[in-house]
């Protein structure tokens, strides 16, 4: 059972998730999945479609943005739209976390919905390090 990682109220990120989680998901009153693996990144992880209908299958909403290395603008984009969209909490999920959040953070600094100390203390509550990610 993977460990959910609180963020804020409305985002949780999380290391690889199985399918299974997916309905715990559910009940712990998430809304939304996003997937930021990629694709056959790992053997015998999850694809994309599996996570999707077990997600749907769980009562859950799904957007896969995958993203390798660094997010482009468009994912950080992506992944803000649908956080702010989504009507309760998102878990966003990648092989550490990281990508998840780090995508999720350049998005709240970009569009002025966080600052950059703020970003940090929040990634650091939740077990990562931002400080680099987000200059300072």
Same mark, same amino acid.
């Given at each position: 059972?993977?460990?959910?990682?609180?963020?804020?109220?409305?985002?949780?990120?999380?290391?690889?998730?199985?399918?299974?989680?997916?309905?715990?998901?559910?009940?712990?009153?998430?809304?939304?999945?996003?997937?930021?693996?990629?694709?056959?990144?790992? *053997?015998?992880? *999850?694809?994309?479609?599996?996570?999707?209908?077990?997600?749907?299958?769980?009562?859950?909403?799904?957007?896969?943005?995958?993203?390798?290395? +660094?997010?482009?603008?468009?994912?950080?984009?992506?992944?803000?739209?649908?956080?702010?969209?989504?009507?309760? *909490?998102?878990?966003?999920?990648?092989?550490?976390?990281?990508?998840?959040?780090?995508?999720?953070?350049?998005?709240?600094?970009?569009?002025?919905?966080?600052?950059?100390?703020?970003?940090?203390?929040?990634?650091?509550?939740?077990?990562?390090?931002?400080?680099?990610?987000?200059? +300072?």
């Amino acid at each position: 059972m993977t460990g959910f990682r609180h963020v804020t109220d409305s985002l949780s990120v999380s290391p690889q998730i199985a399918v299974e989680d997916l309905g715990r998901a559910a009940a712990e009153g998430f809304v939304l999945v996003i997937n930021n693996r990629p694709d056959d990144e790992e *053997p015998g992880q *999850p694809s994309s479609a599996q996570m999707e209908a077990a997600a749907r299958a769980a009562g859950l909403a799904y957007a896969h943005i995958p993203v390798r290395g +660094g997010p482009t603008p468009d994912q950080v984009e992506a992944v803000r739209r649908a956080v702010e969209a989504a009507e309760g *909490p998102v878990l966003a999920f990648c092989r550490s976390g990281t990508r998840s959040i780090v995508t999720w953070s350049l998005g709240q600094a970009i569009s002025g919905a966080s600052d950059r100390d703020t970003l940090v203390r929040q990634g650091a509550a939740a077990g990562y390090d931002l400080s680099g990610v987000l200059g +300072g």
